[in-house]
């Protein structure tokens, strides 16, 4: 059973322009939430998405916005981007919004010159 | 004061020894406690979850959550190459993740 997929797997992006990350959740995994983890750092929280209505925002500013789809896939997207948004972001599904249970992909290595 | 602090080290310890990795939590609320393990270039991998107090031991790994104290621990015996990685504490607040920044364990053949 495939896990968390999440594509692409590396970009690099200039300041000012916009990105978009995606994420496929596990099969039956209908929460998605994703995280940014900046290097020698732990995750920091931003989105969480379950049934495709967004439950939980974290605290990003409004350049940074998602979506979910009927088929419980991802995308993340993040608007005027600055150096400081250079990171690993991180897409983790599971089955329902839950207190531990997730499983994150590999994530997406952002970097901005 | 962040909500859950851990020290990034580097820790290195030869193979073969107990390694003890620590993290403290701010909120007394906080009820569910977890281990993760971030392999270079790697997503985060659920190692261990605890509820409230006590000690859970999977093989050969021991976690440990003091409340009295906000104290949360993981000891893995026996330590091989193979456990070298980032560990990350973390414990949820609304269904949301908060992670420790990790520590970078380094287990020397």
């Known amino acids: 059973d495939a896990g968390v997929t999440q594509s692409p797997t590396h970009l690099i992006k200039t300041r000012g322009q916009q990105v978009t990350l995606r994420c496929s959740p596990i099969?039956?995994?209908?929460?998605v939430s994703w995280y940014q983890q900046v290097l020698g750092q732990g995750p920091q929280f931003i989105f969480q998405?379950?049934?495709?209505?967004?439950?939980g925002r974290g605290n990003f500013p409004d350049r940074f916005s998602a979506r979910q789809f009927p088929n419980y896939s991802s995308e993340l997207n993040v608007n005027a981007l600055l150096l400081g948004d250079s990171a690993l972001y991180l897409c983790a599904s599971s089955v329902r919004m839950s207190n531990y249970g997730y499983t994150f992909g590999s994530g997406t290595r952002l970097t901005v010159v | 004061q962040k909500e859950v602090e851990q020290d990034p080290g580097p820790l290195s310890v030869p193979e073969g020894a107990i390694v003890s990795l620590n993290c403290t939590y701010s909120n007394s609320a906080f009820q569910y406690f977890m281990w993760y393990r971030q392999y270079s270039r790697k997503g985060p991998e659920l190692l261990m979850y605890?509820?409230?107090?006590g000690n859970k031991e999977d093989g050969r790994f021991t976690a440990q959550v003091d409340k009295s104290s906000k104290y949360i621990s993981l000891f893995i015996r026996d330590s091989q190459p193979s456990d070298s990685a980032t560990y990350l504490c973390?414990?949820?607040?609304?269904?949301?993740?908060?992670f420790g920044k990790g520590t970078r364990l380094h287990i020397l053949p």
């Open positions: 605890t509820y409230s107090s």
């Open positions: 099969s039956g995994h209908k929460s």
């Open positions: 998405y379950y049934e495709k209505e967004e439950r």
């Open positions: 973390a414990t949820n607040r609304d269904d949301k993740i908060i």
